[in-house]
């Protein structure tokens, strides 16, 4: 029951803390704030292209175009080779009439051109379509399913997946840095501030030493109050989260510049991000309190 009584006493003597040094408290409160929205931006933008990379590698497909018009024995042979590839999620199998079907279900000027093809004057190929576990591996499954006898051609657009991949990888690696590196500035921050407020209550304190009170009895209400000060900071970034991304995917309609890069859906997307938002300001905002005691309550 002793704990209990001293943590209330702690959030009390925390909550008071916070109103008697107004000033010192709306400055960390502002620093915070506007460095959380940093933050939350970074996890939206860290998140999307997370996304889109993912989009991306579960649209990724292998086309395998055969030789000719392949036999029955052919097609088991190709399909027994790929379906033995270690990086092969799927596949499928298409043959030459399927095909002709579906390129004229795209345009009707393919489909004016083909609907009088029969099945000898088909020019088109029986083809598989692979899909990959690892992107990353995509060159080295495409070049030994060319190896695979009774294949022709295989396409997945090279040059340009394998730059694309790169580049999101890369801006996802960023943005996480980004965000790291903006939690360590708003800890230090929080400890510059808390460092004011300990030599602004130095006498405080020293009279609390004077009359028996612990280490822990004094460093409570400080951590209590930083925690108290990144709850209040995170309250505008939570709101630009809330109400801002909602705005931003309405107003793309989900989607950026085209369809191939699709908008993380807000909900449950937001409140995810808006408590992530306030757990770091909540923890930056004890671990900085915590730091700043520890260092600088030598009384």
């Given at each position: 029951?002793?704990?209990?009584?001293?943590?209330?006493?702690?959030?009390r003597d925390?909550?008071?803390?916070?109103?008697?040094?107004?000033?010192?408290?709306i400055?960390s409160i502002?620093?915070?704030?506007?460095?959380?929205?940093?933050?939350?931006?970074?996890?939206?933008?860290?998140?999307?292209?997370?996304?889109?990379?993912?989009?991306i590698?579960?649209?990724?497909?292998i086309?395998?175009?055969?030789?000719?018009?392949?036999?029955?024995?052919?097609?088991?042979?190709?399909?027994?080779?790929?379906?033995?590839?270690?990086?092969?999620?799927?596949?499928?199998?298409?043959?030459?009439?399927?095909?002709?079907k579906?390129?004229?279900?795209?345009?009707?000027v393919?489909?004016?051109?083909?609907?009088?093809?029969?099945?000898?004057?088909?020019?088109?190929?029986d083809t598989?379509?692979?899909?990959?576990?690892?992107?990353?591996?995509?060159?080295?499954?495409?070049k030994?399913?060319?190896?695979?006898k009774?294949?022709?051609?295989?396409?997945?657009?090279?040059?340009m997946?394998?730059?694309?991949?790169?580049?999101?990888?890369?801006?996802?690696?960023v943005?996480?840095g980004?965000?790291i590196?903006?939690i360590?500035?708003?800890?230090?921050?929080?400890?510059?501030?808390?460092?004011?407020?300990?030599?602004?209550?130095?006498?405080?304190i020293?009279?609390m030493?004077?009359?028996?009170?612990?280490?822990?009895?004094?460093?409570?209400p400080?951590?209590?109050?930083?925690?108290?000060?990144?709850?209040?900071?995170a309250?505008?970034p939570i709101?630009?989260?809330?109400?801002?991304?909602?705005?931003?995917?309405?107003?793309?309609?989900?989607?950026?510049?085209?369809?191939?890069?699709?908008?993380?859906?807000?909900?449950?997307?937001?409140?995810?991000?808006?408590?992530?938002?306030?757990?770091?300001?909540?923890?930056?905002?004890?671990?900085?309190s915590?730091s700043?005691?520890?260092?600088?309550?030598?009384?």
């Open positions: 029951m002793k704990i209990f009584r001293m943590l209330g006493r702690s959030i925390a909550f008071k803390s916070v109103f008697r040094n107004f000033s010192l408290s400055a502002s620093c915070i704030a506007i460095t959380l929205i940093i933050v939350a931006l970074s996890i939206l933008a860290s998140f999307n292209v997370e996304n889109f990379t993912k989009e590698e579960k649209d990724m497909t086309v395998v175009f055969l030789e000719g018009q392949s036999e029955a024995s052919t097609i088991r042979y190709v399909t027994n080779q790929i379906k033995n590839l270690k990086n092969v999620e799927s596949y499928e199998f298409k043959d030459r009439a399927t095909v002709k579906e390129i004229q279900k795209e345009s009707s393919f489909n004016t051109i083909m609907e009088d093809w029969s099945e000898e004057d088909n020019p088109l190929k598989f379509q692979v899909k990959v576990k690892e992107i990353e591996k995509i060159s080295d499954t495409a030994a399913i060319e190896k695979i009774g294949v022709s051609v295989v396409r997945y657009g090279a040059g997946v394998d730059k694309m991949v790169q580049a999101f990888s890369s801006i996802e690696k943005a996480y980004v965000v590196a903006l360590i500035v708003t800890v230090f921050l929080i400890i510059n501030t808390i460092k004011l407020t300990i030599f602004s209550r130095k006498r405080e020293s009279i030493r004077l009359v028996g009170a612990s280490n822990f009895t004094i460093k409570i400080f951590i209590i109050e930083g925690m108290i000060l990144g709850m209040i900071g309250i505008l709101c630009l989260i809330l109400f801002g991304y909602f705005a931003f995917y309405q107003h793309f309609n989900g989607y950026l510049y085209s369809k191939l890069i699709e908008l993380i859906p807000p909900q449950p997307f937001i409140y995810e991000a808006s408590l992530m938002v306030l757990v770091i300001g909540i923890l930056v905002g004890m671990i900085g915590a700043a005691v520890r260092k600088y309550l030598k009384v």
